[in-house]
């Protein structure tokens, strides 16, 4: 009884092919849409804007939430989500949060 059952166990996984993702991190790149990687490098080029320039820095410093965030952000020609901001921030190990007065981010990339 072992026996059969090892051996359809391995006529099912010999079926397998070896280029499909096996971590839930692969599948996840593997599927997702080519949007949400250009909305992402939006993010980026923002950070980086901001990193370089104090006044455009200070204007987004001033806002108090991330949806507030995302629409001077679509204003400005940074079209992103705050599920991708949040997603940035956490990948580069930052903080939406404020402090000081006036109050400053240290979300910004140099």
């Not at 990687?37 to 001033?62: H, P």
């Not at 020609?77 to 240290?106: C, I, T």
Request: net charge positive; aromatic share 8%; no cysteine.
């Amino acid at each position: 009884m072992a026996r059969l059952l090892l051996k359809k166990m391995w006529k099912d996984t010999s079926k397998l092919d070896i280029r499909t993702p096996r971590r839930r991190a692969d599948v996840r790149r593997a599927i997702k849409p080519k949007e949400q990687d250009m909305s992402k490098k939006n993010v980026e080029e923002l950070l980086i804007a901001g990193g370089a320039d104090e006044k455009l820095r200070n204007k987004y410093d001033a806002l108090k939430t991330k949806e507030e965030f995302v629409a001077l952000a679509k204003g400005d020609g940074y079209e992103f989500s705050v599920q991708d901001l949040d997603d940035v921030l956490r990948e580069s190990g930052d903080s939406f949060e404020s402090f000081g007065n006036p109050a400053k981010r240290v979300i910004w990339w140099q």
